[in-house]
């Protein structure tokens, strides 16, 4: 069973299913099912994913993305409230690290203090976004 981070037990869970300025579906719990569809393309090309897949030891969690496919994912290493963010682009296989936790990656990325090459800064999406709309 997954032991849930501080953050997904005040954050992520209580949250509604949504998507938040159009693009980053948020309010799911992670599950490591999540990455079923990507671990035949790491198994056969291991030299395009530094990261093993949770459950693997250290292994990428998803805990948000983009409607274009990117992931937001923690990397599972030590304690689960020590988990920090990487952001990774599935179909270019190229990963963003950020020694910081899911909310504080969130806050950064909204206020701009935070950028990601994986995908675009929170003001290219706001400028014909709602700030959350719920999937009803």
Known sequence: MLTQTLEVTRYVVPAPAGRFRR???CGQPPTAGRLDQE???????????PYPFYPEPGGLLPWAGTDN?????????GKPDEWTVVCWNPRGWYYDAHPVGAVEFLVGWLSGDISTSVFPDAA???ADAEEFATED
Do not use: M, Q, Y
């Not at 671990?39 to 994913?49: A, Y």
């Open 23 to 25: 693009a980053h579906p």
């Open 39 to 49: 671990r035949g393309f790491r198994n056969s090309n291991p030299e395009k994913c």
């Open 69 to 77: 496919g990117d992931r937001v994912c923690w990397l599972t290493e």
């Open 124 to 126: 290219e999406f706001a």
